[in-house]
């Protein structure tokens, strides 16, 4: 019988790159400073075995494989094994020279005319922001990410993914990914030419600037975020807490904070993200105050702090603000077919809109075709986005069943709440039982599961809402 396994000890000066046309292994084991692999076999195996079926020469386990071979060895491990079923080794061969990554380099961002992938907690990771841009989203915003929490993560340089990874100091978890770019590529992609907006929590100029600097290559814009009105986001002085009259000026110390320490210094654009205050006074004031600190956009989403998703946005409330309004101003809510972008310009007098759940139930809602793509197709491009950027199954499963809340009654979504890993979700994207999902679809206000506190919640406090088992994980973890 052929031996499944061949391990093989590589010391780590005899470690080789891992070429396009080598074997790709089925499975694979690490060890790691001698330690036996069964201390972090779990994980490995988990991620590993994912894939060992209908992905394997596609997209598997060689990209795995060389993520860890790439993280470990610049983690200083002194030894690997790795096995495949041939009994080929394969390695990483280069240390990380941190001064030589390619950063973001600073661009000139436009906010006048854009259709924006708006923020979305557990939601805008690097493969959904990617596919956004290569759908044709001008602009697209990180979910929001306490600055604390960012204060606590170290930079590590993905080779073989080309990202830079913050990687959260207390259990490893990748809280932010960003592509870099290489300024002397002549073929940057979508994503890497689209603008990354950086959405911060904050409550504090003295943090928020600390943050911002110490991940200036990670962004090309920074924003914050005065808009969320969850609990725990106000009684921390962020979100919404910002627009209180008592706040208020905290909240435009921050914003003068970061357009002298990052806007002016680094050449980076500093925006925020408000809600409508109690009268249209108090928000034209306010909107005033903020545009003086000198920021380089505002958006505003046209709901009262108090109101949730599912309550009609007020368009027509954003006109008078567009009025007064000395930067580009970018109006939010309720676009959910390519139609609405004009709808709700005109409505609002902004020439920028930008768009949150009507980009999570279809991403091609940003082609400039105008004409959406089906939404199964989508899904499944997402979900090889996923696999590639190896995004953890359970936020995987996240986003694509939210995606099809869209069509809660449908056989389709039965199956995906059901879904147990990557090859679960694989199965049911591609099962054809010839159901017609068009005719199933759901008016706005039909949709119910919509979680109540979804707009609010922030990476920190992040709990998966879905029952999962091995190989799901909570968090986008780098071992
Ligand atoms: C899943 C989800 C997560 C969200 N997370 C954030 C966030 O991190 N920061 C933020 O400012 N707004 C957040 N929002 C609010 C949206 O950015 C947007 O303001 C709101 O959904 C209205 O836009 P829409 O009508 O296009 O959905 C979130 C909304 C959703 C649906």
Same mark, same amino acid.
Request: hydrophobic residues 30%; proline residues 4%.
């Given at each position: 019988m052929k031996k499944l396994f061949s391990i093989k000890k590589i010391p780590t000066s005899l470690w080789k790159?891992?070429?396009?046309?080598?074997y790709y292994p089925s499975s694979f084991v690490l060890c790691v400073n001698n330690r036996t692999a069964?201390?972090?076999?779990?994980s490995i195996t988990a991620r590993g075995s994912i894939q060992q079926r209908n992905f394997k020469t596609r997209i598997g386990t060689f990209q795995e494989l060389n993520y860890y071979f790439t993280n470990f060895q610049k983690r200083e491990y002194s030894t690997m094994i790795a096995s495949d079923t041939n009994g080929i080794t394969t390695g990483a061969s280069t240390d990380t020279d941190v001064s030589s990554i390619p950063k973001r380099p600073v661009i000139q961002i436009d906010y006048r005319n854009k259709v924006i992938l708006a923020p979305m907690v557990r939601v805008n990771g690097l493969p959904f922001r990617r596919l956004a841009a290569q759908y044709g989203a001008d602009i697209v915003y990180s979910e929001e990410l306490v600055d604390k929490k960012l204060l606590k993560c170290k930079p590590v340089y993905n080779e073989k993914l080309k990202t830079i990874d913050y990687i959260s100091e207390k259990d490893k978890s990748i809280v932010?990914?960003?592509?870099?770019?290489?300024?002397?590529?002549?073929s940057p992609t979508a994503s890497q030419k689209v603008p990354t907006v950086l959405q911060l929590g904050t409550s504090s100029p003295e943090i928020a600037l600390k943050v911002a600097e110490l991940m200036i290559d990670g962004y090309d814009a920074i924003d914050v975020n005065m808009g969320c009105p969850k609990k725990f986001s106000v009684k921390g002085g962020m979100g919404s807490a910002l627009l209180r009259p008592e706040n208020q000026?905290?909240?435009?110390?921050?914003?003068?904070?970061?357009?002298?320490?990052?806007?002016?210094? @680094?050449?980076?654009? =500093?925006? !925020? *993200?408000?809600?409508?205050?109690?009268?249209p006074e108090q928000t034209l004031e306010l909107f005033e105050k903020l545009q003086n600190t000198g920021v380089t956009a505002i958006c505003v989403h046209a709901r009262y702090i108090p109101q949730r998703p599912r309550e009609k946005a007020h368009s027509h409330l954003i006109e008078p603000i567009s009025k007064i309004a000395k930067v580009p101003l970018i109006a939010n809510g309720d676009v959910f077919k390519p139609e609405d972008i004009e709808r709700v310009k005109?409505?609002?007098?902004?020439?920028?809109?930008?768009?949150?759940?009507?980009?999570m139930w279809n991403l091609s809602i940003f082609r400039k075709e105008k004409v959406l793509l089906d939404k199964l197709e989508v899904a499944k491009i997402l979900l090889d986005e996923f696999i590639k950027y190896q995004y953890p199954a359970g936020l995987s499963k996240?986003?694509?069943?939210?995606?099809?809340?869209?069509?809660?009654?449908?056989?389709? @979504?039965?199956?995906? =709440?059901? !879904? *147990?890993?990557?090859?679960?979700l694989h199965k049911a994207i591609h099962f054809n039982d010839?159901?017609?999902?068009?005719?199933?679809?759901?008016?706005?206000?039909?949709?119910?599961?919509?979680?109540?506190?979804?707009?609010?919640?922030?990476?920190?406090?992040?709990?998966?809402?879905?029952?999962?088992?091995?190989?799901?994980?909570?968090?986008?973890?780098y071992q």
């Open positions: 790159q891992p070429s396009d046309n080598c069964t201390s972090i076999n779990s932010y990914q960003v592509e870099v770019v290489d300024k002397d590529s002549d000026e905290n909240a435009l110390e921050i914003l003068r904070t970061l357009v002298k320490g990052i806007q002016e210094k @680094y050449g980076k654009p =500093v925006t !925020c *993200k408000i809600r409508l205050l109690d009268s005109s409505v609002t007098g902004c020439s920028s809109v930008m768009i949150a759940r009507g980009a996240y986003i694509i069943k939210r995606m099809f809340e869209t069509h809660a009654k449908t056989n389709l @979504y039965k199956r995906l =709440v059901g !879904c *147990k890993g990557y090859d679960d010839g159901e017609d999902l068009n005719s199933k679809e759901l008016s706005i206000e039909q949709i119910t599961s919509i979680p109540e506190d979804d707009d609010v919640l922030p990476i920190t406090s992040y709990q998966s809402t879905t029952t999962v088992t091995e190989p799901f994980t909570k968090k986008q973890k």
